[in-house]
């Protein structure tokens, strides 16, 4: 039974449309959702401490966070925002799945390929269907 569902919530793309799909899911499940944001603390972006990070990050995001706080609302959904810093997010969305118990790691399909960075790195939903120890929905967007 799934009650705790995951999605990395990816800051430069928000992921609305497919973000509303799966708290349709997660509301159909009865399930708490979790979405997930992973950064890298590059010099630039990193402030003076994690406070101010996670702070700034926030900022960042709090009008996509708003949106779907809101819809997450309407439906009756318990949404969640976590906030995780990362050499490589991959590696630490798999972690916070598993560490935190998570019942259904959703991530998503892009349908446009970034192919340079792809050839290099392989497609990352393809990578996290691979490695994921926990059970996987492939969304696209």
Same mark, same amino acid.
């Given at each position: 039974?799934? *009650?705790?569902?995951?999605? $990395?919530?990816? #800051?430069?793309?928000?992921?609305a449309?497919?973000?509303? %799909?799966? =708290? %349709?899911?997660?509301? %159909?499940?009865?399930?708490?959702?979790?979405?997930?944001?992973?950064? $890298?603390?590059?010099?630039?972006?990193?402030?003076s401490?994690?406070?101010?990070f996670?702070? +700034?990050?926030? /900022? $960042?995001?709090? +009008?996509?966070? %708003?949106?779907?706080? @809101?819809?997450?609302q309407?439906?009756?959904v318990?949404?969640i925002?976590?906030i995780?810093? @990362?050499?490589?997010?991959?590696?630490?969305?798999l972690?916070?799945? &598993?560490?935190?118990?998570?019942? =259904? =790691?959703?991530?998503? *399909?892009?349908?446009?390929?970034?192919?340079?960075?792809?050839?290099?790195?392989?497609?990352? #939903?393809? $990578?996290? /269907?691979?490695? @994921? &120890?926990?059970?996987?929905l492939?969304?696209?967007?």
């Amino acid at each position: 039974m799934v *009650k705790n569902m995951l999605m $990395q919530l990816d #800051w430069d793309q928000p992921p609305a449309h497919t973000a509303r %799909q799966v =708290l %349709q899911l997660a509301r %159909q499940l009865e399930a708490t959702l979790t979405l997930l944001i992973i950064r $890298q603390q590059l010099d630039e972006l990193m402030e003076s401490d994690r406070e101010a990070f996670v702070l +700034a990050t926030l /900022t $960042q995001l709090e +009008a996509t966070r %708003q949106i779907l706080q @809101s819809e997450a609302q309407a439906l009756g959904v318990n949404l969640i925002v976590e906030i995780a810093a @990362s050499g490589h997010p991959i590696d630490t969305l798999l972690a916070f799945g &598993t560490e935190q118990h998570f019942d =259904l =790691l959703v991530v998503c *399909k892009p349908h446009e390929h970034h192919r340079l960075r792809d050839a290099i790195s392989g497609e990352p #939903w393809k $990578q996290i /269907t691979t490695r @994921s &120890t926990l059970p996987v929905l492939v969304m696209p967007s």
